[in-house]
């Protein structure tokens, strides 16, 4: 199995920044891809940010131009940088990965981390 350890949510106010990051440790193989997704109250859950092996970042389009992903091949490690937050930014933040352990490729999720932007 795969874990998923998540850090670095908060409460900042409007035009801060947070970083957030996630680790995957377990029987892991390879990853093929890891990506952050959010989910505000009364919302659907909505991807981010996403980074494939071998492949460019990328993000949705109200992340794009202020959040920047970034993935550690060595340490099996996500980061999710956010600057010019806003409270519309305000969701629980979830490291997703998609690994191949040694029978199988799974989708793992991390158990979330809250971002509140507000004044």
């Known amino acids: 199995q795969v874990q998923l350890v998540e850090s670095g949510g908060g409460l900042v106010q409007p035009g801060g920044s947070l970083r957030l990051s996630c680790a995957a440790s377990?029987?892991?193989?390879?990853?093929?891809?890891m990506a952050w997704y959010r989910q505000a109250p009364g919302k659907e859950r909505e991807a981010v940010a996403h980074?494939?092996?071998?492949?460019?970042?990328t993000y949705a389009d109200s992340a794009k131009g202020r959040f920047t992903i970034s993935r550690d091949n060595a340490k099996n490690t996500v980061d999710l940088q956010m600057n010019d937050l806003k409270p519309e930014d305000t969701a629980v933040y979830y490291c997703?990965?998609?690994?191949?352990?040694?029978?199988?490729?799974?989708?793992?999720w991390g158990q979330g981390t809250q971002v509140t932007v507000s004044s």
């Open positions: 980074i494939s092996t071998g492949s460019s970042p």
């Open positions: 377990g029987s892991i193989v390879s990853i093929l891809h």
């Open positions: 997703n990965v998609r690994a191949v352990l040694l029978y199988i490729t799974g989708d793992y």
